[in-house]
């Protein structure tokens, strides 16, 4: 099983709706979790961290976090076309001994 | 100023020889990283120090060899490549082990 799991999309949705993205992980043992937005041809750019279960909201983003479930959402409300990206779930594995990256969802937002 | 920074942007070499990138933060981190992102997009970490320690080694081939004279500073150099070997390398620094990272523009590895 891989450690970290993520559609890889392409997600398209319309300037303005919610886009929520979803991530699943293998370690019951995570302690920390990382979105990370990655355009076209760039660098990847943290977008949010959540250490314990519940939701974290900044701005437009809200990071959910399930441990029970073992799987972290990012929601992006009012989606706009700069939001177009594709969208990395990380997270710290083996004990604080490895971090690993998801193989990321593309989003499209559309105008 | 660019907080990780990595030279060169772009190389484009031939099978065989031997190259090097470097990676420089001046963000006060103490760790750092280097991360191999293939075709498909899928980012890897390699390769992690802490204060000049080596703490993550992936299963790389040993024809990558990191190397940090200070804190500051995490270089990677390869040895005779192979047309495998292209890919984006990002050096990336966090202030904890394994926090949250900042990551470089990225080296564009192109093997011929």
């Known amino acids: 099983q891989k450690e970290v799991e993520q559609n890889s999309g392409p997600l398209s949705v319309p300037e303005g709706a919610i886009a929520s993205l979803n991530c699943t992980y293998s370690d019951r043992g995570s302690q920390s979790f990382f979105w990370y937005r990655q355009y076209s041809g760039k660098s990847p750019e943290l977008i949010m961290s959540?250490?314990?279960?519940g939701d974290k909201e900044d701005g437009r983003f809200t990071a959910q976090l399930n441990k029970a479930s073992q799987y972290v959402s990012l929601l992006i409300r009012d989606s706009q076309p700069s939001d177009s990206a594709t969208y990395l779930c990380?997270?710290?594995?083996?004990?604080?001994?490895?971090?690993?990256f998801g193989p990321g969802t593309r989003l499209s937002v559309l105008p | 100023d660019t907080a990780v920074s990595q030279t060169p942007k772009y190389l484009v070499t031939q099978m065989g020889n031997d190259k090097s990138i470097k990676c420089e933060q001046n963000l006060g981190h103490d760790t750092m990283y280097w991360y191999k992102q293939d075709s498909k997009k899928f980012l890897k970490i390699m390769f992690s120090y802490n204060n000049k320690e080596l703490i993550i080694n992936e299963t790389v081939p040993n024809r990558f060899s990191p190397k940090s004279p200070d804190k500051a500073h995490l270089n990677l150099h390869i040895n005779s490549l192979e047309l495998g070997d292209s890919a984006v390398y990002f050096c990336?620094?966090?202030?904890?082990?394994?926090?949250?990272?900042?990551f470089g523009a990225g080296t564009r590895l192109s093997v011929l």
């Open positions: 959540i250490y314990s279960n």
């Open positions: 990380a997270g710290v594995y083996n004990y604080g001994q490895n971090f690993v």
């Open positions: 990336a620094s966090s202030l904890k082990v394994l926090g949250i990272q900042y």
